[in-house]
Nanobody, 124 residues
Framework: QVQLVESGGGLVQAGGSLRLSCAASGRTFSSYAMGWFSQAPGKEREFVAALSSSGGTTYYADSVKGRFTISRDNAKNTAYLQMNSLKPEDTAVYYC?????????????????WGQGTQVTVSS
């Protein structure tokens, strides 16, 4: 139903910022809750942040609270992850995902659609 493409990743120094974007195709973007996940080599895919379809409810992993902000612009069919105060531990491939689940979705299997991922590398 939805195709997602992430962009905005790159190399940044510790303490710096990046803004990831997730462009969605399809005409029902506003019907989906959105999430961001990260996956480092050899690690499980981990929850980062989630946002309700209305944009009124957010959830964050403890590790990113106060540093990352998830948002969406339904008029542009785009979700965002503003990443501030980046740490080397944040280095990972970041994926955006969409789900029809209307509750709190923090596990990968709760999401139906995934982007291809964008690499974020934070140097120390």
């Amino acid at each position: 139903q939805v195709q997602l493409v992430e962009s905005g990743g790159g190399l940044v120094q510790a303490g710096g910022s990046l803004r990831l974007s997730c462009a969605a195709s399809g005409r029902t973007f506003s019907s989906y809750a959105m999430g961001w996940f990260s996956q480092a080599p050899g690690k499980e895919r981990e929850f980062v942040a989630a946002l309700s379809s209305s944009g009124g409810t957010t959830y964050y992993a403890d590790s990113v609270k106060g540093r990352f902000t998830i948002s969406r612009d339904n008029a542009k069919n785009t979700a965002y992850l503003q990443m501030n105060s980046l740490k080397p531990e944040d280095t990972a491939v970041y994926y955006c995902a969409a789900t029809v689940f209307r509750g709190r979705a923090v596990r990968p299997h709760e999401y139906d659609y995934w982007g291809q991922g964008t690499q974020v590398t934070v140097s120390s």
